[in-house]
Each structure stands twice: as C-alpha cells, then as structure tokens.
C-alpha cells in the first residue's frame, strides 16, 4: 500500500478512522512526507527510536507547519535531543503504580478511580504522562486483567465515578468498548463513567456516528478530550465535538501547560474561548509534571499562575479552566492568592483588575 501523504488529505480513505490508524508514521521517512524534518528532529529520531519512539495519524501530521520545527503541533509530537536531557524526569512521577488495587486501576481518591483500559492511543504525545507503558506489552490489557479490574469495582461500593482513560478508550473498536461500558453499567454503585480521550483531536473522523448511538445508551457519561493549542480547533475536530454534545455528552477540556506551545495568555484565551465555540468547557490545565524527558516543556508555576490571572476578567468565566498541579495525593489547584483577610468586620480581597474590595463579613456570634 502507498503510504500516506499531505495529497491523502482530498481522498476519501482521509475520514477512514482505521485507515487513518494504519497509515500511522511511524519513521523519518513517513515524517519527510509531511514536513522537511530539521536536524535536531533527525537526531532525535535516531536516538529516541529505543526510548521512546514516535507515531503520529497522518491527519495530526497534516496540521503540522512543514516548514517550522517550532511549529506548537508539531513540536507536541515530533521528536527533540532536548527529551535527553532531564536529569530530574521520573518514569512514574504521580506513583501510579503504586496507588493501582489492582493492574491499571489507579486511585488517589476515595469515591473515584482513573482506569486506564489499554495503553494504546493514535498517536505518542512527547510529554504523555502514561509514556512508561504505551505501547509496552507488559502495561496491555487482557481480556481477564479488564474482569480482575471490573472485579475489584464491584467489590468496592465506594467507587462511584469511574474515568476510563489509557492510553485511549476510544480506541477500542465500537464493540469493545460497549462490553466494557455494559459491565461497568451493570454495577449499581457506579453512577458516573467518564471517557478521557485524545482523539477528538488527533484522529477526530474516530468520532461516527455509529460510535455516538451506542455511547447515547450508556449515559450519563461525560467526556474529557485534550485541546492543548489553537491550531487544533480544526473544523473536523469541530465535528467530532458537535457529535458529542449531540449525543448529550458534556464535553471538557484538560490541556497541558507547554513551554513555547501554549504558555502565553494570548494563545491560552484563543484556545479557551475556541473550545467554548465549540461547547467545550475548559476543565484543567495541567501543570506539565516531572516526567522523564520534558523538561523543555516545564513552565515554572509562577508563570503560570499569573498567566491563568491575567485571563480572569478578561474572558467568559467559564473559559478559564484551573491550573492544577497533579500529585500522588490529588490535584491541587493553583492560583493567585485573591485573599488579603480580616480586618475587623470585614474582609478584603483583590479583584480582578487589581483593586482591593472591603465587604462587611462580620464572624459568627
Ligand atoms: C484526575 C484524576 C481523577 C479525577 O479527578 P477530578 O478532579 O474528579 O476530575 C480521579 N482519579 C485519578 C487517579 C486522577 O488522576
């Protein structure tokens, strides 16, 4: 078969989720057929192929700038030397392995759990938080280690909201992930199932039809898709998303916080108020974590504090997500300290452009 090119893009296997997914580069050459690869990109292709190798669909690739390496796409995907160098990267910085009951179910909090159903996704985000286990046999999962998992949930009536998550669920085919949704259904105790996936973005034509209609028969589900940049409010994301809400899914929004991609308040609002557009409610957005080989990535908080400031007041609330820092405890919300405290009766707090408001609150008799 002829591998995929920009020219692909006109044809009608384009919208092919599968054909998509096969195609997938995989390789320097496949990369050259979508952009002109720079000498850092084919050093580190060579010297990242054992560590941590690249795939990327060809629809994510079109989107790339073929002519910048600084392109924010492409950088989200392609290679760099700079993954080399980050004497502080962990393998598992939120120590997920050890809050897992049982294989890929991990849980920091009592009434919830993240279970990450597969470690396979479309394509390998350079900063993936789950990189130590994509694509790595000993982290796939069997059909009986899904029933150990859905075991341990049932035996766990504590458990009232499970985020399905991998790698991708929805990278299961239609069926698959019906069994699963079925099972998970049939449990009394789970009221919530939330899907957390990347494909709206990387491989939007997953989104069909048929996929909606069964989702629609296991509501109340929500969804949590990974917008990290403008550029990737394509109008076939546009579709996928609108798919979504049709079938009566709340769609949210966690992005990551990334050095160079989106770490400035002009493109953060540009992405917040693009994904409102699209009925997307901005959730989180992640303090990029100590993980091995992102270092180039990290924005000290600081930063990103008074980034996430400077859009309050000067968007719709509800396009503002909140910064969190992720740990092995929880996620712990970061923010400007707007509390400036008591004076006698009242208190006085910062508002948003910066002017100091006293509001009578006087203590409790
Ligand atoms: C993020 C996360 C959740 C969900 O947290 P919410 O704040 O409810 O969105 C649950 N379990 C784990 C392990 C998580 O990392």
Known sequence: MKRADRSDANRPHWRDWTWQMQQRIRDADGLARFVTPGADEKDAIELLSQRFRFVITPYYAALMDPDDPSCPVRRQVVPATAELQDAAGLADPLDEVQHSPVKNVIRVYPDRIAFCVNNECALTCRFCLRKRMLGEPEWSMKRRELETALDWI?????????????????????????????????????????????????????????????????????????????????PEAAEACDKLTRAGIPLGNQSVLLRGINDSPEVMKQLCEGLVRLRVRPYYCYQAQRLEGTAHFRVPMERGIELFRQLR?????????????????????????????????????????GHLWREPNPLEP
């Open 154 to 234: 049932r035996r766990t009536p504590a458990i009232r909201d499970v985020l399905l998550t991998g790698g991708d669920p929805l990278v299961y085919s239609d069926a698959k992930l019906e069994w699963l949704l079925a099972e998970l259904r049939a449990i009394p105790h789970v009221e919530l199932i939330r899907l957390g996936s990347r494909l709206p973005v990387t491989l939007p034509f997953r989104v069909t039809d048929a996929l909606c209609a069964m989702l629609e028969r296991h509501h109340p589900l929500w969804l949590n898709t990974h917008f990290n940049h403008p550029k990737e409010l394509t």
């Open 313 to 353: 007041g000067r968007t719709s609330g509800f396009a503002i997500p909140q910064y969190v820092l992720d740990t092995p405890h929880g996620k712990v919300p970061l923010s400007h300290a707007t509390w400036r405290g008591r004076e006698g009766d009242d208190v006085v707090v910062e508002t948003w452009d």
